[in-house]
């Protein structure tokens, strides 16, 4: 079964925006993040962002140490809130 890693930031709608423009600029994860998908979602009215990253249990538990490590890039007002690691037990596409 995949595991995801859950991280939740404040952000404002320039920092989403950034954020997203980042990840369509270079879909590969960062270097030692085996991560095998993505999802970004945001709550603008409330100026949070959540980034779901997704892989194996093992694979998740190394790029989490990666990501632990990292800090939001400076020109991007995003500050991480919370981080989370869950089973994936479903995931459906119509």
Known sequence: ??????????????????????????????EGVPATGINVLAKRDKGRMRVVVFDSEEDLRKGSETLDSMSPREDLSLRRTNVETFELLVQMQA
């Open 1 to 30: 079964m995949p595991y995801v890693r859950v991280a939740d930031f404040d952000a404002d709608d320039a920092a989403i925006d950034g954020f997203v423009a980042m990840v369509n600029a270079d879909p590969d994860p960062p």
